[in-house]
């Protein structure tokens, strides 16, 4: 039997508790929340803790807090030789501070209110400075997901920043495509199709290879006619920008 | 019987003989090509001319060949009064010369030679100057698809346009994703869950909603990490572009 303590009430803390509590080979131990109010009504109240000195030692405690807050969250756990793992992307694991021994459990999506989480479909990125932590950590994210990487926190940087070009610079493009149907009179509805489509496209095929449409065939004409269309000089430059980007590879 | 010709021998032309050689109340007239060696093996071949004075009147023609060809070929038909529609996004409705009818028969997609193609998810984009020609264009597009749009030439431009930024433009995001991955031996698989989830949310959220990320939350120090990160000084542009778009919306 493996022993979490999660430390934290947000969006993330909840989704990891709701799933850890039905596992079978995890007790949840403790969960801290300063605001206890947010947590899981069915939550056994004799394991939610609102101070740093009713915490106990833990096989792995995780840290589902904002990526300012991990320094000092982890120094204030009084306790020594304790596994803390933080859940953050754009944070290194010498974020954690204090006697403990550190560790990144990083899960790499997009989370929305309003959507149901399939952890299953989800890479888990983990990190520890010692292997046998590495282990437990593998053990807890198998629970969750068969995608689990040992990723440092070097590569872990990067996937961060390639996911902001791959998810929220990917949703800009929808929202700007969304604009220019709006101000036509277009239904947006009518681009969703090809929008799943390019998506499963770059499941089989390489994105380089994917790559369709006038700036990749260097049709000047149909660039022109393009850039005569767009009047909002913001949308003329990112559409010139990302033409010359993709001229170039 | 509804008598349907195409011109072109191209992928689209390809796809479409195929599809319509299988229709019920579709009769596949001709099929003009100057190269006839790329037209599917099993098209009966008393229907394959490739002389323009051996076309015979249909009550529609489909034009599938490239933008630049559209002028010409339609001109050359030495027919009168006869329906032509072309295939393209990027050209007027215009485009179609001499004595003819004219239309367009427009489907919204990005075609890969390698992924099987399902008409059924593609939206449809018709225009006629005459109602009972729109009204033929429909009945025929819907042996595709139920997604059946009646588009002007103006609209057309604008979808045409959009279609580019969610598309096009995305998929290059992809392209950087995946060489940023590269670049720090991360193996670009590991986004994929999230270019599909990212994706997916927008069939539900409107992309404003959806948006999430450093630049939305106007996290800078996230945002001064990442350009410490990126040395490519392309990649610095279109990071700082698009991060300020977004705070813009």
């Known amino acids: 039997m493996i022993t979490v303590s999660i430390i934290g009430s947000g969006k993330v803390a909840h989704h990891l508790i709701l ?18 109010a947010k947590l899981p009504a069915y939550l056994p109240q004799d394991r939610i803790v609102s101070r740093y000195e009713d915490l106990v030692p833990a ?12 320094e000092q969250v982890s120094a204030a756990i009084p306790l020594s030789d304790q596994l803390i793992a933080h859940t953050s992307g754009g944070s290194s694991i010498e974020a954690i501070k ?13 989370f929305s209110l309003e959507k149901h989480l399939d952890f299953s479909k989800i890479p888990f990125c ?27 926190s070097e590569q872990r940087k990067s996937i961060h920043v390639a996911a902001v070009f791959v998810s929220n610079f990917v949703n800009h493009m ?5 604009q220019i149907c709006k101000d036509n009179q277009v239904p947006f509805d009518i681009l969703k199709p090809l929008i799943s489509e390019t998506a499963d496209k770059i499941q089989t095929l390489s994105p380089l290879k ?10 000047k004409k149909t660039i022109e006619k393009h850039l005569e269309f767009l ?10 920008m990302i033409t010359q980007s993709i001229q170039k590879k």
Chains 1, 2 share one sequence.
Do not use: W
């Not at 799933?19 to 206890?36: D, M, S």
């Not at 629970?143 to 689990?148: A, H, N, T």
């Open 210 to 219: 994917a790559q369709t449409g006038p700036a990749v065939r260097k049709d």
């Open 126 to 152: 983990l990190e520890a400075t010692q292997a046998s932590d590495f282990e437990l950590l593998e053990k807890v994210a198998l629970k969750f997901s068969e995608k689990v990487f040992n990723i440092n």
């Open 98 to 110: 204090g006697p403990h021994r550190a560790g990144v459990f990083y899960m790499l999506q997009t």
């Open 19 to 36: 799933h850890l509590l039905e596992q079978e080979g995890i007790h949840l131990k403790q969960v801290f929340a300063r605001r206890t």
């Open 174 to 178: 929808y929202v700007l495509g969304s």
């Open 59 to 70: 096989d792995l405690m995780l840290l589902a807090v904002s990526d300012d807050a991990i």
């Open 231 to 240: 009047v909002d000089p913001q949308l003329r430059n990112i559409y010139q």
